[in-house]
């Protein structure tokens, strides 16, 4: 698979002047990107502006999980597209480790790859590591499968799953990311994970995820999903 016929899709809502280094990052790759303005405020778009990219907007902020299926759907519109990568606009995903991801996706043959943040480094705060270690735990026991990081927003998607999430899955905020994991899992999809590496700043002024109410929202996905998707025989 080349990179060309990667479609690359960046949920953005006020990242401000933290998108461009990202979006540059991704473009280096000869990778096709889509940013989906999710109805933000600020400045955003104006940082964008002479770089060869596709945006779509919402009129009004959505949430993140509403804004990864607009960026489906648009990549999905291109008929050389033959995988969608996802990744965050704040910069705590790096566009180099591109590359490697599609060529573990390849080799796997994976329908979803997840990028694996590694939470071994001191300067990722106890309260983040457990919360992912919490999750990862909680997933493991009601899916059947053990997954290092559920939360990463770095993932590459087959086409077929692709499409089949956009005719699936809701939207939301964070959760919708992990309907997507039990759908996967739960229809029999090929799911994989690969390190990455943890770009992480404490208290990121241009996150949007609010640890008690998106945390709920999550794990009532998570179960409302596992009733919705019926396992493969």
Not at 11 to 32: D, F, H, I, K, M
Not at 102 to 129: E, K, M, T, Y
Not at 155 to 163: D, G, I, T
Not at 208 to 215: A, G, P
Request: charged share 20%; proline share 5%; hydrophobic share 40%.
């Amino acid at each position: 698979m080349s990179m060309e016929s990667i479609g690359a899709v960046i949920p953005c809502y006020n990242a401000g002047t933290r998108l461009r280094p990202v979006v540059e990052g991704v473009l280096a790759q000869g990778v096709s990107l889509i940013v989906v303005d999710d109805g933000c405020t600020d400045d955003t778009l104006d940082t964008l502006a002479g770089l060869d990219l596709q945006i779509v907007s919402h009129p009004a902020n959505r949430g993140k999980g509403h804004a990864i299926l607009t960026g489906l759907r648009a990549a999905l519109a291109r008929p050389e597209t033959e995988a969608v990568c996802l990744l965050d606009a704040d910069g705590q995903h790096d566009p180099g480790e591109l590359p490697r991801l599609c060529a573990a996706q390849s080799a796997q043959n994976a329908d979803l790859l997840i990028g694996a943040r590694v939470f071994g480094g001191g300067h990722v705060p106890l309260r983040s590591r457990v919360g992912n270690e919490v999750t990862a735990a909680v997933s493991a026991t009601l899916l059947g499968r053990r997954l290092p990081d559920t939360q990463s927003g770095y993932r590459l998607l087959s086409r077929r799953f692709a499409e089949s999430v956009i005719a699936t899955v809701a939207g939301g905020r964070y959760e919708t990311e992990m309907e997507i994991i039990v759908k996967a899992v739960r229809e029999g999809w090929t799911l994989a994970s690969e390190p990455i590496q943890t770009i992480y700043e404490a208290d990121n002024p241009s996150s949007h995820f609010h640890k008690l109410r998106d945390s709920w929202l999550i794990y009532r996905r998570l179960f409302g999903a596992l009733r919705r998707y019926a396992p493969r025989n």
